[in-house]
């Protein structure tokens, strides 16, 4: 059973770099795309980027400018890197695994709460 | 952006009535070389992450009961649910992933009247 889960601090001071690991365990990351989805407190669902097995990467042009996603696949991990953070960037962070096959998202991680806050 | 718009917003039907949520999308999300639409369905209980029911509109992810169906294509969606169950309870999101950025509904919320 593929398991994921997220790591990282839970509190960031503005305007420095939100740093996130996502270990996969009980399969590859090689077939797929993983994926950083954040949800604000209460809010939706917003799709931050991608990172393919192969390490091309998507990123959301609202975030483009700020975000980093890389792969690391001896680890099989994979992290984010947003940077000069506000307190917008308040979230739920998900790391979720999308598949090239079928389509949709199959495995998500229980989610990471990270707060930006002076 | 595909701009993806649900409704309603929210929604409470009794116990072993249907439910419908429906999803518009503000291009078509059918890719012609295959014929597939490329949008999904989530469930997401309150403190939990999403859950995949449904991709490529009609179908139902391995697992998922068989109350759960989508139906559409193009442009305009549905998530139906047959007999509402209460552990059913939830906000479901419908998501396009024909192109990048892949775009998320608002979400509805289901409740029990």
């Known amino acids: 059973q593929v398991q994921l889960q997220e790591s990282g601090p839970g509190l960031v001071k503005p305007s420095e770099t939100l740093s996130l690991t996502c270990t996969v365990s009980g399969g590859s990351i090689s077939g797929y795309y993983w994926n950083w989805i954040r949800q604000p407190p209460g809010k939706g669902l917003e799709w931050i980027g991608y990172?393919?097995?192969?390490?091309?990467?998507s990123y959301n042009p609202s975030l483009k400018s700020r975000v980093t996603i890389s792969l690391d696949t001896p680890k099989n991990q994979f992290s984010l890197k947003l940077s000069t953070v506000t307190a917008a960037d308040t979230a739920v962070y998900y790391c979720?695994?999308?598949?090239?096959?079928?389509?949709?998202?199959?495995?998500w991680g229980q989610g990471t709460l990270v707060t930006v806050s002076s | 952006d595909i701009v993806m718009t649900q409704s309603p917003d929210s929604l409470a039907v009794s116990l072993g009535e249907r439910a419908t949520i429906n999803c518009k999308s503000s291009q078509s999300v059918l890719y012609s070389s295959n014929n597939e639409n490329y949008l999904a369905w989530y469930q997401q209980r309150p403190g939990q992450p999403p859950n995949l029911l449904i991709y490529?509109?009609?179908t139902r992810e391995s697992g998922v009961p068989d109350r759960f169906s989508g139906s559409g294509s193009g442009t305009d969606f549905t998530l139906t649910i047959s007999s509402l169950q209460a552990e059913d309870v939830a906000v479901y999101y419908c998501?396009?992933?024909?192109?990048?950025?892949?775009?998320f509904g608002q979400g509805t919320k289901l409740e029990i009247k």
């Open positions: 979720a695994r999308s598949r090239t096959l079928y389509g949709g998202t199959d495995y």
């Open positions: 998501q396009q992933y024909y192109n990048t950025p892949y775009t």
């Open positions: 490529w509109a009609s």
């Open positions: 990172i393919f097995y192969s390490g091309s990467t």
